[in-house]
């Protein structure tokens, strides 16, 4: 998917007459109608949907602003202004397909679906209610109600928008549609009764400090405890205590904790930094619990500011966790069921699968080809090898999901809360998910 940038030299002219105007509180006579030009095409800057998008916008407004205020011998010059933007920001009061859609009280998506006006009434349409904050949060919240629907509204929206740049533009310009998004999340992260379900429900990417703030501690956890572990008493306490074992790869302990007896497999090195290990409750009987503990490894780094870093690297049981609670939440497929995150003891706790090994997967091609409810959710995997999966019932299940990435434009991130997640493996992997989602 390519953007194009567009950048502009800055004039003096235009720019000059507009400060000097700020100054001295008086009126600019008459601009020119090069200097109108200038100024149209610098705010038009919005279609390489760079960071020039802001103040470009900012100009062509303060430029309008200024030919309303000098007389209607102007007029002229603000049409031709109007017809140099992109697209036009309208109240909703005034935006006639609006009230169309206000009649119609169905939702955004069904509304588009249906109607037949043109791509720039539509494009207008979209720039108008986002730019609303009522409308703009309304139509958030729809597209963040099931993130299975991504594809197929991303197809719809640029359908509709008259292209792939236009949709762009829309989702990234001032007033568009990441800017709705952005207050959206702020008015999750407001409110004082917000679980950490109610964010990794709509993303698997959050700060530490999102979570922090819910447990109003430096020590947090997501997820439910199951009663075999609680029966142990301080959870924390037991992960550290396995973790400080001595267990050769492979090997199975019967260890006794707190009362309970459990069996205790290693199951490997660890490289990736995690210690995994499968704990089974009562093998052997037909009362068997087994599950997989995966204990993020120090190595003698135990400040909170390098604990904070070991959980922002790739492949971490923090990035992990937060991935695979959000395709449990999702009821996904394709993943292993999540139990519970423990920051202080810094692992995550999984169901163990049972299923037969994996076969016909050379690359991250294959993998994914097969991971459609995975990528349907915006989680593609990136790590080929496997023995990361298993088969079971003819469904393909991830039971490391490692370095992989999350993508969805329409769960754009917001700034100071979500992060891109860090699991970039490859060259050019934003363009290899939109292929897959193609």
């Not at 609006?98 to 169905?106: H, I, L, Q, R």
């Not at 829309?170 to 990441?178: E, H, K, R, S, V």
């Not at 999350?406 to 060259?427: E, S």
Request: net charge neutral.
């Amino acid at each position: 998917m390519k953007i194009n940038a567009i950048t502009f030299t800055e004039s003096g002219t235009a720019q000059n007459k507009i400060q000097e105007k700020n100054k001295k509180e008086t009126k600019i006579p008459h601009l020119t109608t090069g200097e109108v030009i200038y100024a149209g095409l610098s705010a038009a800057g919005i279609l390489g949907l760079t960071a020039v998008v802001s103040a470009k916008q900012g100009k062509i407004n303060t430029l309008r602003r200024i030919i309303q205020e000098n007389s209607n011998s102007n007029k002229n010059a603000l049409d031709f202004v109007e017809t140099l933007l992109p697209y036009k920001i309208e109240k909703l009061s005034e935006n006639k397909l609006y009230k169309a859609f206000s009649e119609t009280k169905d939702t955004f998506m069904n509304f588009l679906n249906n109607t037949k006006e043109d791509a720039k009434n539509i494009k207008n349409f979209l720039f108008s209610v986002t730019a609303d904050e009522k409308a703009g949060q309304e139509f958030v919240h729809e597209m963040l109600q099931d993130p299975r629907k991504t594809v197929e509204n991303l197809s719809l929206l640029k359908n509709k928008i008259g292209g792939e740049k236009n949709l762009l533009e829309w989702l990234q310009a001032t007033n568009g549609y990441n800017d709705a998004y952005g207050k959206y999340i702020e008015k999750v992260i407001a409110n004082p009764d917000r679980k950490a379900e109610d964010l990794l429900s709509i993303s698997p990417n959050w700060f530490l400090k999102e979570f922090q703030d819910i447990a109003k501690t430096q020590n947090f956890r997501f997820g439910e405890l199951p009663e075999e572990f609680k029966e142990l008493g301080d959870y924390s306490h037991f992960v550290h205590w396995l973790n400080n074992m001595n267990f050769a790869e492979n090997e199975t302990k019967l260890l006794e904790y707190s009362g309970k007896h459990m069996h205790v497999t290693r199951i490997n090195k660890g490289l990736s930094g995690k210690a995994p290990y499968i704990i089974e409750f009562n093998k052997g009987k037909p009362e068997e619990k087994a599950f997989v503990l995966k204990a993020q490894q120090s190595w003698g780094c135990d400040t909170a500011y390098a604990k904070e870093n070991l959980c922002y690297k790739s492949d971490s049981a923090f990035m992990n966790a937060q991935m695979d609670y959000y395709l449990t939440l999702h009821n996904c497929e394709n993943a292993t069921k999540f139990y519970l995150y423990d920051y202080n003891s810094n692992s995550g706790l999984y169901e163990f699968q049972k299923g037969k090994e994996a076969g016909g997967i050379e690359n991250i091609l294959d993998a994914n080809k097969r991971l459609k409810d995975m990528n349907s959710l915006g989680i593609y995997y990136n790590d080929a090898c496997s023995c990361n999966f298993i088969e079971k019932d003819g469904i393909l299940k991830v039971i490391d999901i490692g370095d992989s990435s999350f993508i969805d434009p329409l769960r754009p991130g917001a700034k100071g809360y979500n992060m891109q997640t860090p699991n970039w493996c490859g060259v050019g992997l934003p363009n290899l998910s939109m292929m897959l989602k193609d």
